[in-house]
Every structure is written in structure tokens, then in C-alpha cells.
């Protein structure tokens, strides 16, 4: 019977293991797609007001009857304010393309896209060489798109590096990332700093 109760542990083990592991992958691809979801909703909103132009004509009910046509098309979650972010997410974070250009070659996907690639390559052209940035996979495959919008409130690429560094090293959840940024962590760590040169 000890046997018995042994392996039927050993069972219910490996049974209960073998779900988490794939239940944490699953919710880590899904995250992930709702990532690049969202900055190519922001990339073809930026495309439309664009309209191939360098400057954009900014309708002002644009966003709001995006909204009321998506959610009359069955998608749920994309009301004004969310296609704002997803904007915003793209115009900050342009070097993320190299990353869903690959995730869409990967899964196929490539030709249901309508992707302008010089646009793209342009805006990313325009970020300057000496500009720092984290690799555009390790964002992705760390911070999920709570944590996006958490970083999107710092207006400053320095001040939001910081806080990308500080996020992936120190595993951060949304709630850590929101209380460092709240807390201005990236000012007091910088003044502790200089009080130490002094």
C-alpha cells in the first residue's frame, strides 16, 4: 500500500508540475501577443492619421468612432482611451517592430499584416544611435503590457530606462513598477547618488 500511495504521489506530482509549467508559458504567449496587439493597433492608427504624410491631420472624433466601430465588430477593450495608449505605446517604443516582425514571420502571420516597413525604418532611423535602449525581445518576453502602460506615464527615455533596468532585473510586477514611479525612485536614486560624489 506504501507503494502504491508512493507513486500515486509521484502521479499527482508530475500531473500538478506539468500544469503550471504549461499554464505560466500559455499566459506568457498571450500576454505577449496582446503586447504586440496593441502597439500594432498604435502603429495603424498612427499610419491612418498620417496617411503617408509627415505630419498628422488629427481627426477629432477619430479615436471615438474607431472605438464605436471595433466594439460593433465584436472587440471588446479598445475604447478611446485604450487606442490613445496603444498610440502612444508605438510612437515610444518604435523599436519594438524587429521583435513582431519576427513573432509574425514565426507564426506566418506575415501576410495579414499591411505594414508600411520604410515608415518603420524611418521612424526608427530617427532614434538616434547613441540613444540607450533595452533589446526589444527582453522587453517583450519580461514586461507585460500593464507594465507598458505604467512606463508610458514617464514622458522622460532616461527616467523610463531606468525604470525598464530596475523592472526586469529586479522582476518586478505592475504594483512594484507603479509604487517606484509613484515614489520617484529614479529622482531619489539619482540624489542619493550625487550626495555621495559630494
Given at each position: 500500500m506504501v507503494v502504491k500511495q508512493q507513486n500515486f504521489d509521484w502521479l499527482i506530482d508530475n500531473i500538478y508540475q506539468t500544469h503550471n509549467a504549461l499554464q505560466a508559458n500559455a499566459k506568457r504567449i498571450i500576454n505577449q501577443n496582446l503586447t504586440i496587439r496593441n502597439w500594432l493597433v498604435g502603429y495603424y492608427i498612427v499610419e491612418y492619421e498620417q496617411n503617408g504624410e509627415d505630419r498628422a491631420e488629427y481627426g477629432a472624433r477619430l479615436l471615438e468612432e474607431m472605438a464605436t466601430t471595433l466594439k460593433a465588430k465584436g472587440i471588446k477593450g479598445l475604447r478611446p482611451r485604450e487606442l490613445n495608449t496603444c498610440r502612444k505605446f508605438y510612437t515610444t517604443y518604435p523599436q519594438i517592430w524587429r521583435t513582431v516582425s519576427a513573432k509574425l514571420q514565426e507564426n506566418d502571420n506575415q501576410s495579414i499584416f499591411a505594414i508600411n516597413k520604410t515608415e518603420i525604418s524611418r521612424t526608427l532611423s530617427a532614434i538616434s544611435d547613441t540613444e540607450l535602449e533595452i533589446v526589444p525581445e527582453l522587453l517583450l518576453s519580461r514586461l507585460s503590457y500593464s507594465h507598458f502602460i505604467e512606463l508610458l506615464r514617464t514622458s522622460d527615455p532616461l527616467e523610463r530606462l531606468f525604470y525598464e533596468v530596475e523592472t526586469i532585473k529586479n522582476?518586478?510586477?505592475?504594483?512594484?513598477?507603479?509604487?517606484?514611479?509613484?515614489?520617484?525612485l529614479f529622482f531619489r536614486t539619482g540624489l542619493s547618488t550625487n550626495k555621495e560624489a559630494d
Open positions: 522582476n518586478w510586477g505592475v504594483r512594484e513598477l507603479e509604487r517606484a514611479i509613484d515614489t520617484s
